[in-house]
């Protein structure tokens, strides 16, 4: 069961290069800083509270009034000032300080922003030992002239003990994003399908169907599911595969299977496939470790190599019995398929790099469905679906990426919406 605690949030108005004066309303600190106490449910070692720039365990805060204390269990948002700024420049961007976080459960975000380029945010993670965690949460924010509210979702890494949130344009000076009223609390699973659903309401509907006999061999992934249980999934790959572990895919799936949970371990290198993996070590390191119940390997960082994937997959198979899905390749800098056309008859070195990779796309699903029935893993094609989804959305790319190669939040409801299709027992439409 959770326990319930005074959780305090923060909120600051700064730009890149300098603290800015508060716009919201007070009572703010001189430094343009906004801290709210309110009860919330935490994760089960309790909430870390980021105050006035420190950082300290829950119910370790300066200590409220009875008032405060009375209103607070009310239900009342209670107004307490802290000295100091929690977002800090290094001229780059802005940092908050470490809070502490509980492995693979979530963290609800919300900020104001006011930019004139579009944004970057991310909450990247430390060990015990404060040592960079594998996979961050990344994603971006639209350019904005007037202040807007932005609300995320991310789940801490499975080794993860501290966070830190970075903030940042882009591209162009750093001072083209300004951020105030940042707030992290832990959140519900529910919750957060429920964002979910909110940001895929706001996008054209997937047309895409699962194709039958999908799930003949993951016999062993689809029980624990059906029978209300965990799963433990580690993703391995790059910077796509890390995406895709961040699109909460997890949590719409198991509303399909109600009392389940599905834990995702996103387990990458980004820029990385198969090639580095196969090394003495590195299977031991960024599969066997973590003890999946389902691994899939998916990404764009593979070079085509489907003689590394297979040695992964039997690397693996010598120590553990996981089953293993295999994905092809969706999003990168070349997933809108219509811009093929006027690369297909385009000239010189850039357009000739192209066309090989086009070429080299399709001869590598069709070589990747292939190593899965040789191999016995499951295959999902989540590049087709991809490319089909953007070729008929009637949105420009840029709609779906944060930067020219990866997802941002809408993008990452679409590869959300292909795993909740492809896992799911029942065909459905719509959804």
Known sequence: MRKKTMAAVVGVSLSCGLAMAAEPPAPVTAAGLRVVARKTRTAKSGALLVCGGSVMPAGEPATPTQEEVAMTDAGKSVPIEYAGTDLVSNGKRLESPAFAVEPLEFYRLVFEAKSSRPGMWAAVFADEQGGECKGDHY????????WRKHEYFCHARVNARTARLWFHPLDGPADAVRVRRVRVEPADRAEVARWADRVYADIPP????????????????????????????VMLGDSIVNDTGNSAWNVLVERRYPGSRI????????????????????????????????????GISHRFDLEAIRSVIRQVREKSDPEILLMSDPVGTHGDPRAWPAWLVAEGEEAD??????????DYRLGLRKLAEEEGCAFLDIGTAWQTYIAHSGRPYEFYLRDPVHCNHRGRQVLARVLERFFDSVQRSGS
């Open 139 to 146: 994603s971006g924010f639209d350019a904005s002239a007037d």
């Open 206 to 233: 997937l047309d895409w169907q699962a194709p039958p006999g999908r799930h003949a061999r993951l016999p062993k992934t689809l029980a624990p599911l059906r029978a209300g249980g965990a799963l433990r999934v």
């Open 263 to 298: 834990d995702v371990i996103t387990s990458v290198r980004g820029g990385t496939g198969c090639t580095f993996y196969r090394e003495p070590g590195r299977v031991e390191e960024y599969v066997l470790r973590y003890k999946p119940d389902l691994l899939m390997i998916g």
């Open 353 to 362: 790099k192209v066309r090989a990779r086009i070429r080299g796309a399709a």
